[in-house]
């Protein structure tokens, strides 16, 4: 028998309901009215509601290992984030103090020059800023170093004060930088007056290495000195001008098997850690030479004639 001939239609015995066709006919026609009705009457909306009901935990259930890990993610990500600011915020601090320090120390600065300028102004003799450059290498004298030299018109022996007294003598001249030799050391001496009494003396550095004292040498044991005299400068050696401040007593030891006190006195300079200074031509040095003296014109010369 010819394939062509046969037929395809299932035998009766498994014939059971309506056709595929029909089925879907009928599906979709439905489908069309539920959707018609839903939109006009809601007919639909309880049983979404019930559905949305007991679908809940599963959906809750379901979206946990997500929002742990988005969780998760953005606990780490805080954390780096706040650590990094943290840094920030650190090193924010740490210029910010810098900053405080040197504001500071600026300032500090400012009213150290200021005063510096108040006293040139009262001052007579002439004079010219400078800055410490570093101490001296010498660990066993008291010298430090200036910016200033020959160059500047800096000569040897000229005084060297801060905003609050003397603090020392240039000793030694060089093209561009000076040295000078603080009042504290073991071989500087300066002539002083006490401001109370009125009585003169010769204030030396302290011998002892870490003191940063003055000794006020020679005075008898009887001599009208007590603590907290101001010592000045007398004027008497052509050097230092008259009336700069240098000193004040700290103490006064009187000892029976001596001629002499012992007084200790502490700098008013800041022999310690000064960074701005003023030099002042030597006082020898403004005082007008001695004029020659011409001899009689009748006066004879030896070997010569009238």
Not at 58 to 76: E, S
Not at 115 to 140: E, H, I, K, T, W
Request: charged fraction near 20%.
């Amino acid at each position: 028998m010819p394939l062509g001939t046969l037929d395809g239609t299932p035998p009766p015995f498994f014939r059971q309901g309506p056709s595929a066709l029909s089925k879907l006919t009928f599906f979709s026609a439905l489908a069309l009215f539920l959707m018609v009705a839903d939109a006009r009457f809601e007919l639909a909306k309880p049983v979404r509601s019930i559905v949305a009901t007991v679908l809940y935990p599963v959906q809750w259930l379901a979206l946990r290992p997500l929002l742990w890990g988005q969780g998760g993610a953005q606990h780490f990500e805080s954390l780096a984030t706040a650590q990094s600011n943290e840094a920030a915020m650190q090193r924010r601090l740490e210029l910010q103090s810098q900053r405080a320090n040197q504001v500071e120390q600026l300032a500090l600065e400012n009213s150290r020059l200021r005063q510096l300028l108040d006293l040139r102004a009262r001052l007579s003799s002439p004079s010219q800023a400078a800055q410490v450059l570093y101490d001296a290498a010498d660990p066993y004298t008291r010298k430090v170093i200036l910016d200033r030299g020959a160059l500047s018109g800096i000569v040897a022996g000229s005084p060297v004060l801060d905003e609050t007294g003397v603090l020392g003598q240039v000793t030694r001249v060089y093209p561009m930088v000076s040295e000078v030799t603080l009042v504290t050391d073991r071989d500087q001496a300066i002539p002083v007056l006490n401001t109370r009494t009125g009585q003169r003396g010769v204030a030396f550095g302290d011998p002892a290495l870490r003191a940063n004292m003055l000794e006020l040498r020679f005075m008898a044991a009887n001599a009208d000195v007590q603590a907290g005299d101001l010592l000045s400068t007398s004027g008497v050696d052509g050097v230092y001008p008259p009336g700069l401040p240098v000193a004040r007593v700290q103490k006064v030891e009187r000892r029976v098997d001596s001629a002499f006190a012992r007084i200790s006195c502490q700098p008013l300079a800041l022999v310690a850690g000064v960074g701005h200074v003023l030099v002042l031509q030597p006082l020898n040095t403004q005082v007008a030479p001695r004029p020659l003296v011409e001899p009689a014109p009748g006066a004879l010369k030896k070997g010569g004639k009238k």
